[in-house]
């Protein structure tokens, strides 16, 4: 089992960057293919972007697609998301999400995760 905890939400104008974090702790980290989704009020939970568990193969949604990076650190058990160019429509709480371990492929569906972290909030202002 794994646990997630996301930080580097924040309240920023459009244009603006934020880099978010999603540190892991419990199994190993290499164990899991990670991903991003993100929720606006009312909205649905929606997929950012994936990554597989040595970081070889990432996936993005249009939305993200040129402005968004997803990477990550095993030795630190960690995965980011930066965040570029954003804008309001951007404003959402982001989750870190893990696949079982038993998983390989990149998912994008919320129901191919088994893991969630609690979410840090975005917000852009026009």
């Known amino acids: 089992q794994v646990q997630l905890v996301e930080s580097g939400g924040g309240v920023v104008q459009a244009g603006a960057s934020l880099r978010l974090s999603c540190e892991a702790s419990?199994?190993?980290?290499?164990?899991?293919?990670t991903g991003w989704f993100r929720q606006a009020p009312g909205r649905e939970r929606e997929f950012v972007a994936a990554?597989?568990?040595?970081?070889?193969?990432?996936h993005y949604a249009d939305s993200a697609k040129g402005r968004f990076t997803i990477s990550r650190d095993n030795a630190k058990n960690t995965v980011y998301l930066q965040l570029n160019t954003l804008k309001p429509e951007d404003t959402a709480v982001y989750h870190c999400?893990?696949?079982?371990?038993?998983?390989?492929?990149?998912?994008?569906?919320?129901?191919?995760?088994?893991?969630w972290g609690q979410g840090t909030q975005v917000t852009v202002s026009a």
């Open positions: 990554i597989t568990k040595n970081g070889d193969s990432k």
């Open positions: 419990g199994r190993t980290f290499t164990s899991y293919v």
């Open positions: 999400a893990a696949r079982g371990s038993i998983f390989w492929s990149l998912g994008t569906h919320s129901d191919d995760y088994l893991y």
